[in-house]
């Protein structure tokens, strides 16, 4: 009995002496918010290389009852990890005991105290690395950081009913709806999303259609509602939040980091501590990562080109590269300089390759020639001065000599002069240009020029070939030795082309030279001016430039005005330094913005590009042209292709196009002459036109008399082509305007302006014209789609459809509609329009501010919608979305069961087989009185429209109910699948 009772009291002391020091150790790891506060400021500071973050672990010394602290170490915390996630086992999962275990494992291996400096610099992150082997070091400073169990907890409860919702349900809408909620529950939602995905079931998938990516797309439509109730987001969005939110994008795959690195605003100054995360994909060698994390952050200059640029490059990930490089000017000039060292001859690819241990190298886009176009891709784009790129301006040089060679004797479409001229720009002082075209000159058999350019260049003898000295000696002992002076009125290649001798076979100016007049003073240029200005003129007009290789910038050198009496050249190379601003803009506005007279081109986009690329300042302007017609788009419309206007007179001919098969050229060229306006002259008139002075240097003063000759002709010929243009529509009885207006596609930026623009991460800037006003029509109470009507301009025609999406009343302008019929919508029907840039300023000068919004056209149409919704606080429901016909804009929808759809679509199909209508039933009286449909022609009785019936895929008529037709058009719509992704598609609409 009494060993009993001993045994017993023992058993009690021991229990109540365990539960003693669980209460101790409980109240132990009890954390204040001030030391707290200590632990983050200490965390700021603290820097660490590789793939630790800011690390601070305080350690609780045990004593011989491991169950107090140290009465000295106030600032320091005990801690145990209390968060357990779901996410998988190899992603470090650890449970607040295991992660007790590891510090204890840390305590051994090294102890530091209160992070003094001392401390700070004697922390031995790799012993901790090495007893810590499975801790995820950054998720226990997270951890440490948040130091609230039980808002953990509540996170976790959370997430698992949204996760729980995504599975269960197939529409989303309301499982991003309960997220939401939360969002403005939640104190700081940024760490609550970074929770959320952490804890994620579907965070690896490498899909759009993923839970976790629908939380961070659902947060950012979120953070840019009216909903957001972030105010301080400077404190709530700090530097660890950003380093959390990026690792956990990035663990598995790159699809969410575009949208992370907008929602985390991750791109800023001072964000070098995002470096270890792009230093931990370096090390496994993943330059994917690697260029798309320190390209879009701004952090390319704390790598090397060897590093990151060089392995791209090896493994021809060419768009990754541009992605890395762009914004970064410094980058950009030292991979273009790396790879002009490439297209160095002599130089051994072998060895880099060897030497950078890249893994993937693809050798076969390693070639020179490959190697020799990228450079002179990204030069050009990067705009990088040819003084730095020696090689590559030899390389691009070289190409254009080819051409040129190409041209001349094998196409055989370049006269004697341009070619001369053209060939001497292009080699211009390189030595390894002028010996390649003696080389080339002689491959084409054709020594005797060789020699003569020899001579020209004055190259010795010891670099030149044994015909070509040979044939120099015969030059130097002939009658005729004296070098021809390149480029002047004589060739001496004049015997291969004779330009008089093919006036047979051309079309010729029916206009007398005398009326051809050189504009090259002030006093002549507004003599022209005045005379080209007189109402009722027809005018055709035409402009050259200089061909560029790449080593020149194009400007405008030669505008050509005809009437039918007379023909202005405008010398734009010496009237430049000659004119003002003012007498430029009496060009634009007193003949192009003049509807007294017709304007006659043939391709004008590329003139008027042109124009305003040598004078920006008549961009604006121009935009307003009046009575302006491109023949090349009016001659489509009249001429059919399988039916000229004259006889083929090309027919005869054996030549069917041009090949050069062994000069290294693998394209197959066209007669120039069966291209374009020549052979739209010969279509009407039987003969084309010489383009042999087309690739001519207009910018050499003085001109040939054959460039004059030829640019009259270019000019004068447009007004005899739109005579017979408008004699064969009269003649055809065409309905079709012979006065089509020019778009204003002209004035948008170049595919090259923009990728330009791209690389330097620049946005156009608004407009400085006038500021934006506040539209004051239609603001107030909040509206209905359905209330709300507008006019779209052709150049937003994205952002139109997406609002007749959402049930907005919208008329979207053609892009050959004029902006004038905006204005008379607005007017008549009360709308309001949405336009931007330039138009908007003609459309607002013309109705007024307040019925007319500017749209920031330099956004997606996503978010322009956006702004328009919010602006004029229309709100847009579930039942909103697909209520407008997306072909009429009509609402007006007649809803017919299936069965009646059915019998309407087999009755069609047997007419027709039947050719014969069968007699009326008592099913189309139904029809006709229940729908006023006439079920024998399938039209609707009242307009006639015909319901296309034949729209519909059989197996619908046994899936779906009823059928939507809509009245005004007879466009069919149903019920399915699609309906739930267009919500899915418009949630951000459906939440402002």
């Known amino acids: 009995m009494i060993v009993l009772f001993i045994l017993m009291s023992t058993l009690m002391r021991k229990y109540i002496s365990g539960v003693c020091r669980i209460k101790t150790s409980n109240k132990a790891v009890q954390v204040c918010e001030t030391q707290l506060n ?59 005991l295991q992660f007790n275990n590891k510090l204890k494992s840390h305590h051994k291996a090294k102890k530091f105290g209160a992070m003094s400096g001392e401390d700070k610099s004697n922390f031995d992150a790799e012993a901790f690395k090495e007893a810590n082997p499975k801790v995820s070091v950054g998720w226990a400073a997270s951890a440490m950081r948040s130091g609230d169990e039980k808002k953990i907890q509540l996170m976790k409860a959370k997430s698992d009913h949204l996760q729980e919702m995504w599975q269960e349900r197939k529409d989303k809408v309301p499982v991003m709806n309960q997220f939401r909620d939360y969002l403005k529950e939640s104190d700081n939602p940024y760490s609550f999303v970074v929770f959320l995905l952490n804890d994620s079931h579907d965070l690896h998938v490498h899909k759009t259609t993923t839970y976790s990516y629908a939380v961070c797309k659902e947060f950012c439509g979120w953070l840019f509602s009216s909903q957001c109730n972030v105010k301080n987001k400077n404190q709530v969005l700090t530097p660890e939040i950003k380093l959390d939110a990026l690792s956990v994008t990035m663990r598995y795959h790159t699809v969410m980091f575009q949208l992370v690195l907008k929602i985390y605003e991750l791109r800023h100054q001072g964000n070098g501590y995002m470096l270890p995360e792009i230093k931990r ?52 000039m030292l991979v273009v300089q790396f790879l002009d060292r490439m297209c160095e001859k002599g130089y051994n690819i072998n060895n880099l390759v060897s030497s950078m241990s890249v893994p993937d190298v693809k050798m076969s886009h390693l070639q020179k020639k490959s190697i020799s176009k990228l450079a002179t891709r990204l030069a050009k784009l990067y705009e990088i001065p040819n003084d730095l790129i020696p090689n590559i301006v030899t390389a691009r040089g070289l190409g254009a000599l080819r051409f040129l060679l190409y041209k001349r004797y094998i196409e055989n479409s370049m006269a004697a002069g341009s070619w001369e001229d053209m060939v ?43 015909p070509v000295i040979e044939e120099r000696k015969r030059l130097a002992e002939g009658p005729t030795s004296a070098p021809a002076a390149v480029g002047g009125e004589e060739s001496w290649e004049d015997e291969l082309m004779s330009v008089d001798g093919m006036d047979a076979y051309y079309y010729k100016l029916n206009l007398d030279p005398s009326s051809i007049q050189l504009v090259d003073t002030k006093e002549k240029y507004h003599e022209c001016i005045s005379r080209l200005s007189r109402p009722g003129l027809t005018i055709g007009v035409d402009s050259e430039w200089k061909p560029s290789f790449g080593n020149t910038t194009q400007r405008i050198a030669l505008m050509q005005f005809a009437t039918s009496d007379q023909i202005f050249l405008l010398d734009m190379i010496t009237l430049h330094s000659l004119l003002h601003k003012s007498d430029w803009f009496l060009l634009a506005n007193a003949l192009f913005c003049n509807e007294e007279m017709i304007k006659l081109g043939y391709g004008f986009d590329s003139d008027l590009k042109m124009v305003v690329k040598t004078y920006p300042f008549l961009k604006e302007p121009l935009t307003h042209l009046k009575r302006t017609v491109d023949l090349e788009k009016l001659a489509a419309k009249v001429i059919d292709k399988a039916i000229n206007l004259m006889p083929d007179t090309v027919g005869d001919s054996d030549d069917e196009g041009l090949e050069d098969k062994d000069s290294g050229v ?68 065409m309905e079709i305007d012979v006065e089509p207006p020019v778009t204003v596609k002209w004035s948008k930026d170049s595919k090259l302006d ?83 840039g330039t138009p908007y300023q003609t459309i607002c000068s013309k109705i007024g501010a307040e019925r007319c919004y500017n749209v920031d056209n330099t956004l997606p149409a996503k978010e322009q919608i956006v702004g328009v919704l919010q602006h004029f606080k229309v709100k847009v429901k579930k039942e909103d979305i697909l209520s407008r016909c997306q072909v009429c804009n009509s609402d007006n929808f007649l809803q017919i069961p299936s069965k009646d759809v059915l019998r309407m679509s087999e009755k069609a199909e047997n007419m027709k087989r039947s050719h014969g209508a069968p007699p009326r039933d008592s099913w189309d009286e139904h029809m006709l009185t229940t729908y006023q449909i006439n079920s024998r022609n399938t039209s609707f009785v009242k307009t006639g429209v015909d319901i296309r019936i034949d729209t519909i895929p059989q197996k619908i008529f046994s899936i779906v109910d009823s059928f939507y037709i809509c009245v005004k058009c007879g466009k069919i719509f149903w019920e399915g699948p699609h309906m739930a992704s267009a919500c899915e598609q418009f949630a951000h609409v459906l939440n402002l």
């Open 281 to 332: 994909f370096l090390e496994k060698k993943k330059y994917n990562e690697c260029a798309l994390l320190a390209g879009h952050l701004g952090l390319q200059d704390h790598f090397t080109i060897d590093e990151i640029a060089v392995p791209l490059i090896l493994q021809n990930k060419l768009n990754l590269l541009e992605t890395y490089l762009r914004g970064n000017s410094g980058q950009q």
């Open 754 to 836: 923009r990728m330009k623009a791209k690389a330097k991460n620049y946005r156009p800037p608004k407009s400085t014209f006038t500021p934006k006003p506040e539209t004051t029509a239609y603001l107030g109470s909040e509206m209905e789609p359905g209330q709300f009507r507008v006019v779209v301009d052709s150049m937003l025609q994205g952002l139109g459809r997406q609002l007749r999406n959402c049930g907005v009343d919208v008329q979207i302008l053609n892009y050959d509609e004029d902006h004038q019929k905006a204005v008379q919508a607005a007017m008549q029907e009360n709308r309001i329009v949405l336009s931007s």
């Open 38 to 96: 200590a632990v983050n400021s200490v965390l700021k500071e603290i820097t660490f290389e590789d793939d630790q973050r800011a690390l601070l672990i305080l350690e609780a010394r045990n004593r011989e009852n491991h169950n107090l602290l140290d009465s000295h170490c106030d600032p320091r915390l005990c801690f145990q990890r209390s968060y357990t996630s779901n996410r998988r086992p190899e992603d470090n999962e650890w449970s607040s």
């Open 666 to 733: 693998n394209v197959k060229f066209q007669a120039v002459e069966q291209r374009g306006l020549s052979e739209l002259v010969r279509q009407c008139f039987g003969k084309p036109l010489n383009k042999g002075e087309q690739m001519s240097d207009w910018e050499r003063r003085p001109l040939r008399n054959t460039q004059i000759q030829y640019a009259a002709l270019d000019a004068f010929v447009l007004l005899e082509v739109y005579e017979r243009l408008k004699e064969t529509a009269k003649r055809e009885k």
């Open 424 to 466: 001497e720009n292009a080699v211009g002082d390189n030595e390894t240009l002028q010996l390649e075209l003696v080389e080339q000159l002689q491959w084409y058999n054709d020594a005797k020029s060789a020699a003569k350019w020899a001579n020209f260049y004055k190259i010795p003898d010891e670099k030149l070939s044994h």
